[in-house]
Each structure stands twice: as C-alpha cells, then as structure tokens.
C-alpha cells in the first residue's frame, strides 16, 4: 500500500475514471437540476447549485495552482460550503481532510502537522480554535473562510509568523505554494479512481491518531454496498447528524443520498428537539446515529406526539442497540438497521437488515454486499470455518489505501489481502457475526480471557446500572482483574455487593469484576463510544485512593 496520498490510478486515457465521484452532482444536475440536494438550517442548495458551484471552485482551485493529491484540510460543522468543497476537491482531483473542531489546539496542530496540507478552509465559529493550533505549526499554512458563494475567501491577515503580508482578494484562493514538500510526480490528466479522495484521522483512542486514506474507488464501493442493503432513491430526504469529521459522516448515507438524487438535511450538532422537529418537518425518511441518538430522541417530552409516519427507515452504528430502545422504535414504524464498520473499511461492514433485528439484538450482522469478512485466531492467525470467535478480518474494493505517509502502521493492518479490525467477533451457523469487544480491551485474569462489553452488558440489566464500564487492572497476582464504574440511575438504591451478586448470577466467577466504584459520569467520545483510556485512568486513581466500597477475588482462578 501507498504511504502517501498520490496515487495516480493507471492510465488517465483522457477522462475521469469511472468511479470518480466528482461526475455525481453533474449527473444528477442534467436529470432533476430543480431538486433540492441540501437543507442547511434552513437554507436549500439544489442540484444545479451544487454542480455549478463545486465546478466554479474545482477550476478555482486549478487556477491558483493547486495539484492532485494536494490536501485540503477543513474546520468547519457539517455545511452546504462543506459539501462544496468536498465535490469540488473530487473534480479537481484533491484530498479533503476534515478536522474536528472538537479537539484541543495541540492535537489540531499534531494533525495540522501529519496531513501537512496546502491549505486550511475554517469559519468564524473555528477561527479562534484555528489560530491557536497554526500558531504552534512549524511551517506556515494558507488559511481561508469558507465562503457564503462557493469560493472560499482567504483571511485577511496572516495568522502565522512565518506567512508574508499578502493581502487576498475577496473571493479568491491563496495560491498554492510553488515550493511545498510533498510528492512532485506529474499530475496531469484526469482524476483517476484510485487517487485519494477523502482523507479522515482515527479516534485514537490507543494510540496517535493516524490518517486513513479513502479513494474514489473506496467511496464509490463502499456506498454502492450500501445502495444493496439500505436502498434510497430520489424520493427520499435523509437527516444527517454525524460530524463530516467522521467517515460515516460522508459514507453513511450523504454521499449515497447525493449519488441518488436524494435531499440531505444537515445538522451542525445534534439536539434530539430540534432534531424530532426536522424529522416532522422535512418528512425525513432515514438518518443515521448511534444509540446514544436514539435513546435522546426516545426521552424527549415530545417524541410520542411527533409525527414519525414518514421515517421508515433509520441506521444504527457505533454499539449494538439496547432490545428495550430496539422496540420503541419497532413500535412507532420505524425500522432500525444496525451495523458494524471501521474507518479502514469505508466504514460499511456488517449490518442486521431490519426484518431480523428484533431476533439478532446484540448482533453486528451479516456482511454488506461486495464485502468479504473471515475470522482468525488470535494466537495463531489460522482462519476458523464454520462457528467460532476470533480476530474480524474484512476485505473487499471499499478498503482504505493505507495510512498517510505510514508505512509501518499500514503493513501492520493488513494481512494476506485482508485488513485487520482488532475486533474479536463470534460467528454463529447462520453465519451471523456478533461483536464481542476490541482486541486491546480484552484483559487476561488468571489465564482466563474477559471481554469488558460482555460484564458491562450483564451490568446494565441491573435496574439501578445507568450506565457503565469495565476496565482491566494490573494485579500482581491474577494479572490483570476487572474493576467496573458504575453511574448510578436516580432513585434506584444500590451498592456495589449488589452489582457483584448481580453479576456473579449471570456470569462465570472470572468474569465478575473484582471491585466495583461509583461515578457521576462517564467520558464519551464524539460518536458515543466511551473514552477507556480515560475510565483506566479513573479506575486506577479510584483504586489508588482506596475507594473501593467491594472487593472480591476473582472466582474460579488458580
């Protein structure tokens, strides 16, 4: 695999590839230009408004002197200007790389530093975060606004030291930079579909985060896979909430929805008030969220007395759904689609089609259409058949092409042709596949493997477990032992011996947490899943200050 981001895909034979996505707002102009692609707070940007204005900025981009493969970083929510300059980087041959403005200063300039891009699009909500994090970049970065026409206009005054005093005019890009490190092959010709297209950081929940490069092929694979499992067509109107910092902001129903001619309402962040008055408004037929999303929407005063007729459908990612939240929405029509996917892979991997997922709560599902998936033991790498548990391997034309400027880390994902999830995932005859837990998360006590999710599902079946995670702890003894944070639900009295006894019902001894401490909160990432390096450090601190209100030792160990 590729360690930069310059691949060139083959010979260009004079038109874009057949699977760029910089075709798709065109296509879709020349059959309905008067559709409405994009509802942004309020605002609609048709299809004709989309292709003429992603066109304008693409030759915009040429014109200043910007090359293929050349990254375009971006701090800015979810926008109609977002999209913009996502299709007018596909034209032109450009990698978009968004940014959370979520993050700290120092880790936007780690990113800054790794993606070394040749410019950065922000907006008057990021500027402030934006010049603190350029201002500890070692070499300059051209800053512009997104623009409010489709042209990004750059700042008015350096906000580096090492910039020159260069005023832009309005409505004009900075141009790019003629001496700037980085790959110099040629770059003429057409986009080609295995030129990067997308280029999106990890959560790096265990590590630094590292940038994943999708291509155009990666994108167009992935959402076709999609397009067989969650079908949309002109018709439908889908509410996206997911940050476009995240892969599934973009290639979990947008960009199928904009390849198919569909409307996208976009929201900058998620209220589940404003979010049941859009679905009523807007008649939204899909969304896609975690389950975190769905059990606000479910809380919200005014959820039963919404009208949800027209949401038919609707995508769950990023852990597997409660059955009680499942029900509710089974309930009021709407069907809910799990899933399972990672960054590497599009994300699409597996998902439970909505007919089965009153029968396969807790399952990740079969895998997508054009994905291939297999298991591995852990120890010895040697593919299972048949039912078993083991590493989740996934391959198949919407893998990613590999980490930016990563070698190492890149050969390490990939094994024989498949890459690598870190998932362990238990597959049963029907050839079902459940999710059993990260690889890294699984701690070893007395020789006896524990899969933190499973304590924590056993937990949250306790009436009075609002919420809860299980981390391993070094012991001198077993080696490592299960300490779990419990947030208690209001008004529901217990204590820790409670939870052990309730545990010790439901479990084998060694998988019984040793010690259970309660917390006001947990600490949650930005597509809900819980930050464990942050509950290690919590349970340890707790551990250390002789907090424990019980102890018990691990069962069934020798």
């Known amino acids: ?327 509710i929405f089974h309930q009021h029509g709407v069907a809910l689609t799990q899933g399972y996917g990672l960054t590497e892979a599009g994300p699409n991997v597996l998902c439970v089609p909505p007919r089965h997922a009153m029968d396969r709560v807790g399952w990740a599902g079969v895998p997508y259409p054009h994905v291939e998936v297999a298991l591995a033991d852990p120890a010895t790498g040697a593919h299972l058949s048949g039912p078993g548990t083991g590493e989740l391997l996934v391959r198949g034309p919407g893998m990613f092409a590999g980490y930016f400027r990563d070698e190492p880390a890149t050969r390490a994902i990939w094994r024989d042709g498949w890459l690598a999830t870190g998932d362990v995932a238990t597959r049963d005859d029907a050839g079902y596949l459940r999710v059993v837990d990260r690889l890294r998360n699984i701690y070893i006590s007395g020789g006896e493997n524990v899969a933190p999710a499973e304590v924590e599902a056993a937990l949250r079946m306790h009436p009075a477990v609002e919420d809860v995670v299980v981390v391993g702890v070094p012991d001198t003894r077993w080696g490592e032992r299960g300490v779990a944070l419990v947030v208690r639900r209001p008004g529901v009295v217990t204590d820790a011996a409670d939870l052990i006894e309730h545990c010790r019902e439901r479990l084998a001894a060694f998988k019984v947490p040793t010690a259970v401490h309660f917390v006001r909160e947990l600490h949650y990432g930005s597509l809900g899943k819980v930050a464990r390096e942050a509950a290690l450090e919590a349970a340890l601190a707790a551990e250390d200050a002789g907090a424990t209100t019980a102890y018990v030792r691990p069962g069934g160990l020798s």
Not at 102 to 107: F, G, H, K, V
Not at 138 to 167: I, K, L, R
């Open 1 to 327: 695999m590729n360690n930069d981001v310059t691949s060139h895909g083959g010979p260009h034979h004079g038109a874009p590839g057949p699977h760029t996505l910089g075709r798709w707002p065109t296509d879709r102009a020349r059959l309905h230009p008067d559709r409405v692609a994009i509802v942004d707070r309020g605002v609609e940007l048709t299809y004709r408004d989309l292709d003429e204005r992603s066109r304008a900025l693409a030759e915009a981009w040429r014109r200043a002197g910007y090359r293929r493969g050349d990254r375009v970083a971006t701090l800015v929510g979810n926008s109609a200007e977002h999209v913009i300059a996502f299709f007018s980087c596909a034209r032109a041959g450009l990698v978009l790389v968004p940014l959370s403005w979520r993050l700290t200063a120092p880790e936007l300039t780690d990113q800054l530093t790794q993606a070394d891009p040749a410019v950065l699009l922000v907006e008057e909500e990021t500027e402030t975060l934006a010049r603190g994090a350029l201002a500890r970049v070692a070499a300059p970065v051209p800053t512009a606004y997104v623009g409010q026409v489709g042209v990004e206009a750059p700042v008015s005054a350096p906000w580096h030291s090492n910039h020159d005093n260069t005023a832009y005019a309005e409505g004009q890009l900075p141009l790019a930079a003629a001496g700037r490190p980085g790959a110099r092959l040629d770059q003429a010709g057409p986009v080609q579909d295995e030129d990067p297209l997308l280029m999106v950081f990890t959560s790096g929940s265990s590590a630094r985060p590292k940038a994943a490069v999708l291509t155009h092929a990666s994108c167009f694979w992935t959402n076709l896979s999609l397009s067989r499992t969650l079908e949309l067509d002109e018709t439908d109107v889908v509410l996206s909430v997911l940050p476009q910092f995240h892969v599934g902001g973009w290639n979990i129903q947008p960009l199928l929805a904009w390849w198919t001619g569909a409307t996208v309402v976009l929201e900058r962040s998620f209220d589940p008030g404003r979010a049941l008055c859009l679905i009523a408004e807007h008649k939204v037929t899909t969304m896609m969220g975690v389950p975190t999303h769905y059990a606000r929407l479910s809380e919200h005063p005014t959820f039963d007395r919404t009208d949800l007729t027209a949401l038919r459908s609707a995508v769950v990612g990023g852990a597997p759904m409660p059955a009680p939240l499942l029900r």
